[in-house]
């Protein structure tokens, strides 16, 4: 599994979390979510939505549903995969401490060196998970 697999599986992953959290769990008819709470929540499901292209778009609407969850829904950011922060970049990486992200470049550079398609395997080694 590659990175952009892997990234592709997390944000899967969190859409099915977030839609179990509040508020929206709870929205419904009498209680609809807000213009914001609903953009984030679209955004996320476009996102995490099998075949859509990581193209420029794709990196600007995970860094503002990333910013949004640090600034607005805080309960939420615990619940996105570190390695998210890293795929989408840009401001996304100020919420990273200088070592987590010397991690994710030798990450990088790993699976760039060796040709890998394992993203899982070399991130358990870098990260000392085994």
Known sequence: MNQKQ??????????HEVSQ???????NEELPLTESDQRFL????HL???????DESFFEQGQWLIGQSVANQAHLTALIPRDLFWYFGGDCLHYMPDEEISKF???????YDKESNDYQEERARIFGLH
């Open 48 to 54: 995490a939505a099998p075949g859509t292209p990581h």
């Open 42 to 45: 679209d955004t996320l499901t």
């Open 21 to 27: 959290q509040a508020p929206f769990a709870e929205a």
């Open 105 to 111: 470049q030798q990450l990088e550079e790993a699976c």
């Open 6 to 15: 892997y990234c592709t599986q997390q944000l899967q992953n969190l859409a």
